[in-house]
């Protein structure tokens, strides 16, 4: 089993940054691939970024790149989300996700093993 936990979520202003970490379980995080989803108000989960077990592959979602990135410390059983720029339309509950095969990249949600509970992210304009 693994239990990922978010945190770092909050209120900021249009232009601002915010970083979001999450804390994975197990001794095997360094195996996983992990992703980045969101859920905007009432609209459907979508990508946000994934990288890969190793961090050397890293991948974006559309609406998020040259903005945000996609990071994880290993040692710290950690990935992080660093959100710059940030816009009224990146209001929405962020969850991480674990891909316990690893070796890719992805944006379908159907990869993904294992989700944590989310952490909300308000951008006010």
């Known amino acids: 089993q693994v239990q990922l936990v978010e945190s770092g979520g909050g209120l900021v202003q249009a232009g601002g940054s915010l970083r979001l970490s999450c804390a994975a379980s197990?001794?095997?995080?360094?195996?996983?691939?992990m992703g980045w989803f969101r859920q905007p108000p009432g609209k459907e989960r979508e990508f946000v970024a994934a990288i890969s077990w190793s961090g050397a592959r890293t991948y974006y979602g559309d609406s998020v790149k040259g903005r945000f990135t996609i990071s994880r410390d290993n040692a710290k059983n950690t990935v992080y989300l660093q959100m710059n720029s940030l816009k009224p339309e990146d209001t929405a509950v962020y969850y991480c996700?674990?891909?316990?095969?690893?070796?890719?990249?992805?944006?379908?949600?159907?990869?993904?093993?294992?989700w944590g509970q989310g952490t909300q992210v308000t951008v006010s304009s």
């Open positions: 197990g001794r095997s995080f360094s195996n996983y691939g």
């Open positions: 996700a674990a891909d316990l095969a690893g070796g890719s990249v992805s944006r379908y949600e159907s990869q993904y093993d294992y």
